[in-house]
């Protein structure tokens, strides 16, 4: 590829491609991760875009003024950045139900240092952050993703007037799921040490002389590593099954970016 030979055009079209892609590899699952390098993201973005530019065909009248292309830029980039976190949302998910999971197991004030983000998180929620990262990359999300960007481009070409504000409602539907599959995740743990509860409750009606308190803590911690450790193959298999290639995740995604067409 002679770069030396590229027109005004080309290059402008390369530009707003490359602000898409770091756009999305900001937000995305596993390239978001503060161990990822800024170079690295920066690079990979750079290698996407030389191969998809030779690939695409601008949509009308390019801009040419300094303002025209800098609004194309961010407007490019934010879109990218919603594509990747409508994607990590469902991480955010996954590190919800691992909260939600150990407030009754008794750790709710046991948190560890997450590397990825630089913050505290539950030890719950970043055991089960990180089994859904790896599984991740095992059904080969890093894949699917290079091929729903490229997909990006035929249902939203580079120059074409992007309605970003009619993805908002989406974004939030999104959001709102986050919640939902927290929940879904979550319940059969917390239903059983909830019923857990109810039964040490009536024990200590029935046999006041138990200390329950002494009784309780170490069985629930019990039962919820038990449950944990029963409940991941189910867990695993679920998140796989999510983000393959026919997923909910993608199939969300591509209805983003349908709904901006």
């Known amino acids: 590829m002679d770069l030396s ?5 080309q290059l402008i079209l390369f530009v707003l491609v490359f602000m898409r892609n770091l756009g999305l590899l900001i937000g995305a699952p596993f390239f978001q991760s503060r161990n990822i390098p800024h170079t690295l993201r920066v690079s990979l973005a750079l290698f996407l875009a030389l191969l998809l530019v030779p690939l695409l065909a601008a949509a009308g009248t390019m801009p040419l003024t300094f303002w025209q292309v800098a609004f194309q830029m961010g407007q490019e980039l934010l879109l990218g950045i919603m594509m990747g976190y409508i994607l990590y949302l469902t991480i955010a998910g996954i ?77 939030l539907r999104t959001f709102a799921n986050l919640f939902i599959l927290a929940v879904q995740i979550a319940i059969p743990i917390v239903g059983v040490l909830f019923l857990t509860n109810v039964g040490l409750g009536v024990l200590a009606k029935l046999i006041p002389q138990i200390n329950v308190f002494f009784l309780g803590f170490p069985l629930k911690v019990f039962l919820g590593i038990l449950l944990l450790i029963l409940s991941l193959p189910v867990f695993t298999r679920w998140v796989a099954e999510l983000f393959s290639a026919n997923g909910r995740v993608w199939t969300e995604l591509l209805r983003f970016l349908q709904a901006l067409g």
Do not use: C
């Open 5 to 9: 030979a590229w027109t005004e055009r």
């Open 95 to 171: 590190q919800l139900a691992g909260q939600i999971i150990e407030v009754p197991m008794g750790f709710g004030m046991v948190n560890v240092l997450d590397p990825q983000t630089g913050g505290q998180m539950p030890i719950i929620g970043q055991l089960y952050q990180i089994v859904a990262v790896w599984l991740f990359l095992l059904v080969r999300g890093d894949h699917l993703l290079v091929k729903v960007l490229t997909q990006s481009f035929k249902l939203l070409p580079v120059g074409q007037p992007l309605a970003l504000m009619r993805g908002v409602p989406l974004v």
